[in-house]
C-alpha cells in the first residue's frame, strides 16, 4: 500500500492485488501459486479491463507489475526509480500505460496473467531477485509482447542487476521502455528480439 501511494503521488496509477500465494511460505514452496492472480483480484482487473474497452480489443499498450518476488528490499530501494524514469519515456512515445498492478508474492509468470486478463499489448514486471552472495537488493525487469497463458522465458527479455552497484535504476527504466518499443514495433518478445544497450560504467566487467 505505501508503494503503491508513492507511485500515485508521482502521477502513476496503480492497483494493489494479490496471487494464489497468501503467505511468504506459499511462494517459496509453491511457486505455481505466484504465478497467478487470486480469483477475486482477476476479477477486479477483468472489470477494470472491460471499463476501458470492451472485448477483446486491447486496453493499453504496457501493463506494469512490481512484486517483491525474492526480495522486497530490491523493489523498494529502486522499483520506484524505475518507473518513474520508464513510464514519462512510454507516454512520451504516446504508448497508453495500464495502472501499475502492485502484488505480494509474485513470480515472473504473473505476465501472462495479469498481461491477458487486462488485454494489454505487452507486458512488464518488476520482480525482487533471490539474494547473491553480493547483492541482496537486485531488481529484474522482464519484458514480454502479446502476454497469454503458456509463454515461458524464452518468449521474455530480461534486464538485471538493477540496483545502485549494479545497473543503476534511471538507466534500467531507460531500457525497459526501449525494449517495449522494438517489441511493440517488431511484434516480438525473447529470443527473437535483440536490442543492444551501450555499456554502462557501473556494470563494466
Known amino acids: 500500500a ?15 492485488l494479490a496471487t494464489e500465494a497468501t503467505s511468504r511460505e506459499q511462494h517459496l514452496r509453491r511457486p ?14 477483468r472489470a477494470f479491463a472491460v471499463s476501458v474497452a470492451a472485448p477483446p480489443a486491447h486496453t493499453c499498450d ?16 529502486a522499483g520506484i526509480r524505475v518507473l518513474t524514469r520508464m513510464v514519462p519515456l512510454l507516454r512520451a512515445a504516446q504508448l497508453t ?12 509468470g504473473l505476465l501472462n ?23 541482496v537488493d537486485s531488481l529484474s525487469g522482464y519484458f514480454e509482447f502479446a502476454p497469454k497463458p503458456g509463454m515461458d522465458d ?11 552497484a549494479g ?9 525497459l521502455a526501449q525494449l517495449v518499443l522494438a517489441g511493440l514495433r517488431t511484434q516480438r518478445s525473447g529470443t527473437s528480439l535483440k536490442l543492444e544497450f551501450p555499456t554502462h560504467p557501473q556494470i563494466e566487467t
Open 2 to 16: 505505501a508503494f503503491a501511494a508513492e507511485l500515485a503521488g508521482a502521477g502513476i496509477a496503480t492497483m494493489v
Open 32 to 45: 505455481d501459486r505466484g504465478r497467478h492472480l487470486d480469483e477475486h483480484s482477476r476479477d477486479r482487473l
Open 62 to 77: 504496457v501493463a506494469l507489475i512490481v512484486s517483491d518476488g525474492l526480495s522486497a528490499g530490491a523493489v523498494a530501494a
Open 97 to 108: 500505460v495500464g495502472p501499475v498492478v502492485v502484488v505480494p508474492f509474485g513470480r515472473v
Open 113 to 135: 496473467d495479469v498481461g491477458a486478463t487486462l488485454r494489454a499489448r505487452s507486458a512488464v514486471i518488476l520482480l525482487g531477485e533471490r539474494p547473491g552472495l553480493t547483492a
Open 154 to 164: 524464452a518468449q521474455r527479455n530480461c534486464v538485471s542487476n538493477i540496483r545502485d
Open 167 to 175: 545497473l543503476p535504476p534511471e538507466v534500467a527504466g531507460e531500457q
